[in-house]
Structure formats: C-alpha cells, structure tokens
C-alpha cells in the first residue's frame, strides 16, 4: 500500500497543472515592463511602440480564443484588449484569471458599439454599458506567456465612451463598420505585417520618410512622402522601413464592394 501511495504521488507531481506556463509566438526582447496603468496615463507616450506587461487576464474569446484582455493585478485600471496579428496564435480558452507577459505594439483604437458588442458576446467586460463609439486599449502580440494559478477576476471596468468627430491619429486609430484608418510610426528597420485573409481594400499612404510594400505576387514598391499603394482585397503584405531615418504613414481600408445587380446613378 504504501508503495501505490508513493507512485500515486509521482504521478500527481508530474501531472500538467494550472501553474504551468505557455509561451505563444517570438522570445521576449525587452526587460523593463511598464505598468498598465500608465497607458491610460500617457497614451501619446506609447503609441506604436513595443511594450511589455503584465498582469491577469480578465477575459478570453470564449469561442476561438482570438484575444485576451490584460488587467493589472489589482484590478485597479482598465485592461487592454491583446491578439496576435492575423491570429497566428489563439488562447486557450480556460486562461481567464491566470497571469499574462505580453510583449507587442501597443495602440489606441475607437469601435463601434457592433463590434464591442461582439466581443462582449464572447466575455469582454460582461454586464458594461457599450456606448456607441468606445476607445479601446489595444496590443498586437508578439510574445505571450501564460500560466500561473488562477485567482478570482475583479469587476470589469466600464467601457470608455469618446466621440468619433474629432480624432487625432497620433494617439488613436478609427473603426466603423466596413471602414477604418489609423496612423504608424516606423523606426529604421522595422516591419508592420498585414495578413491577407481580409476582404478589405487598403490604401498606404506615406507621411514621413519612406516605406517599401512587399505585396505577395509583385515587385516591391518605395513610397516617399506624399506617395501611396493599393492593395486590393486577401492579398498578402507587409510594410518594411528600409531607410535610415524614421519614417510615418497612414493606412486606410474599406470593406470589399459586393457585385450590385443595378448600377448606381
């Protein structure tokens, strides 16, 4: 008997648990973190630029687990809502309340109430008001790490009203239903993906400095400022700043124009 107690020990200590962590996408690259809550803070300080977090993880996509949100660990601030770029990695779906590092390109962005609703409907800030245009923290990962024990989820925070009338693309972005722009800085070097399973058309328009399309199937292009590509629907791309100087452009996308049966006049 206590031979079968010792083994059913072994077997209990090797068995996976909940402490255990999962690493998703590249190797982390930064060591200071910055805390959530200066985000809300200082927003203009940190748009489009990497950053590391971390804190606990109030909600995932129950369906597909495509996003999380990441709250500090006391609860005491707005989260921010994380998923991969072009959904190269999901969550599991039972991380709620366990802990998240998450390294990525940080951004402010304005939704419209269908698509916060959506999200709601797979367990972002359940039971909160959804105003008709909300700005939303938002993080596209490159590096995650999840594990720990789960603890209790605070209560969600409310979900930020704003107005869609006045934006200033250099602390935000804009959604609408089928449309939507936003603004990125590129120091030398760096490369913005853009995967193609969108049914959207994007226009690329270069600010600052110069940006090179890579778009799958053509030759890549340079834009100078005041230059702009398109790039039509499920089309493969991403934007690389092959210069040496910084550089800044704007992107804009439109959904995909269904074939009407009668031509409008």
Known sequence: MKVLAIISLLLIAAAPGKNEWVHLGENFTLEEETPIPKFVEHPEKYQNRTVKISGIIASVCNEDGCFIEVIPKDGNSEGIVVNFPGLKHTFPLDCAGQEAVVEGIFFQKIYPSVRVSHWQHHSFRMGRKVPEYALIMRME????????RSVAIPIPSEIKETSPYRIDLDVMEFEDEGFGIGKKQMEPGAVKQRHGKSKAREMIVCLEGSVTVYK????????????????????????????????????????????????DH
């Open 141 to 148: 990962a490159e590096a995650v790490k999840i594990g720990g």
């Open 216 to 263: 799958h199937g053509a030759e890549p292009i340079t834009l100078n400022s005041g230059e702009m590509a398109f790039i039509p629907p499920a089309i493969d791309h991403e934007i690389r700043n092959e210069g040496k100087e910084n550089a800044a452009y704007v992107f804009i996308y439109a959904r995909e124009i269904k074939e009407k049966k009668e031509h």
